[in-house]
């Protein structure tokens, strides 16, 4: 079997991969139709829910006769995506406002619908950004009910209400992100006093750090579970400092039509009260990404 392996090339500078992407030639082929015996690979962030969606892709993939070779856990956007435009990861699920904000400093951001527009003008060539999903995992703010109670937080901008220094906390791209600790500052006039990298994306580290009074805010996924768990405040964002992040599969220019319609038909089934179970049989029921994609296929009749 001709298994082509992921290279990971570190932490590169989005303009950077962005001209040597547009800039080469696919070095791949042209599509075939239908499953054959080229071998796609599918990847996944360094995010256990992301890893659940890409399961699903590769089970449902597997089930329609197409070999798949998983690459899972592999960073977050900045490692992967110059795998993506280099033709080394053929599907793997994205979110369409964070997807785009990488790519455009100056996107303008809007609903969903806008937001894939602008996706679709932004992508580099080689990759394509299928129709996404209703299911959607929005960055968040997110404090502790205390301290929401205490400030009278309710949305980004009640920020203002903070009278003590705040420690953000989060994984180490978020100090650079567009919606990171200089944007609070700089839109809501938070008192950023420090930033503290915990890097699980949001995950048991980053909520243990938030309740042990580490950090203040951090930034969690809206289909965490561990929200509602630990009493967690996301606060609202009216302003959309945050893009809409619906999941959408990105899929380079290898993947054929066939194959393309069924990781589409995984986005049409997936809704967002599904994402938060799913989730929550990883994060309660401590369910394999495996076992969880094999029931949600059989539930929704996509494994064939």
């Known amino acids: 079997m001709n298994t082509r392996k992921i290279r990971l090339m570190g932490m590169v500078a989005v303009g950077v991969w962005l001209i040597a992407g547009c800039g080469s030639d696919d070095p791949l082929g042209a599509n075939s139709p239908g499953p054959s015996d080229e071998v796609l690979v599918v990847g996944s962030q360094a995010y256990y829910s992301n890893e659940i969606v890409a399961e699903i892709y590769a089970q449902a993939l597997e089930g329609a006769g197409f070999e798949v070779?998983?690459?899972?856990?592999?960073?977050?956007?900045?490692?992967y995506l110059p795998e993506l435009v280099n033709g080394n990861i053929d599907v793997f699920p994205e979110?369409?406002?964070?997807?785009?904000?990488?790519?455009?400093?100056?996107?303008?951001?809007?609903?969903?619908?806008?937001?894939?527009?602008q996706l679709q003008r932004a992508t580099p060539d080689g990759v394509t950004v299928l129709t996404p999903s209703a299911a959607s995992d929005q960055n968040s703010w997110t404090v502790t009910r205390s301290f929401a109670d205490q400030y009278g937080l309710?949305?980004?901008?009640?920020?203002?209400?903070?009278?003590?220094?705040?420690?953000?906390?989060?994984?180490?791209?978020?100090?650079?992100?567009?919606?990171?600790?200089?944007?609070?500052?700089?839109?809501?006039?938070?008192?950023?006093?420090?930033?503290?990298?915990?890097?699980?994306?949001?995950?048991?580290?980053?909520?243990?750090?938030?309740?042990?009074?580490?950090i203040q805010l951090a930034n969690i996924y809206t289909a965490d579970?561990?929200?509602?768990?630990?009493?967690?405040?996301?606060?609202?964002?009216?302003?959309?400092?945050?893009?809409?992040?619906?999941?959408?599969?990105?899929?380079?220019?290898?993947?054929?039509?066939?194959?393309?319609?069924?990781?589409?038909?995984?986005?049409?089934?997936?809704?967002?009260?599904?994402?938060?179970?799913?989730?929550?049989?990883?994060?309660i029921d401590q369910m394999s990404s495996a076992d969880i994609a094999r029931q949600w296929l059989t539930a929704n009749r996509l494994n064939r």
Do not use: M
Not at 69 to 79: K, N, S
Not at 95 to 117: C, K, M, N, R
Not at 244 to 268: G, H, L, M, W, Y
């Open 69 to 79: 070779d998983r690459q899972f856990q592999i960073g977050q956007r900045e490692v």
């Open 225 to 283: 579970p561990t929200i509602g768990l630990n009493d967690l405040v996301a606060l609202a964002d009216p302003d959309g400092l945050f893009f809409p992040d619906n999941i959408a599969p990105v899929v380079s220019d290898r993947v054929s039509a066939d194959a393309r319609a069924v990781v589409t038909n995984v986005s049409e089934a997936l809704t967002q009260t599904e994402l938060v179970r799913l989730n929550a049989l990883s994060v």
């Open 154 to 214: 309710t949305d980004l901008a009640s920020l203002a209400n903070v009278t003590e220094p705040i420690t953000v906390g989060g994984n180490s791209e978020l100090e650079t992100r567009p919606y990171g600790p200089a944007a609070l500052s700089e839109r809501y006039g938070v008192d950023v006093a420090g930033f503290v990298a915990v890097e699980d994306s949001g995950g048991p580290l980053t909520v243990k750090a938030l309740l042990d009074g580490d």
């Open 95 to 117: 979110y369409i406002g964070s997807l785009l904000q990488s790519l455009d400093e100056q996107a303008v951001g809007g609903t969903a619908a806008d937001v894939y527009a």
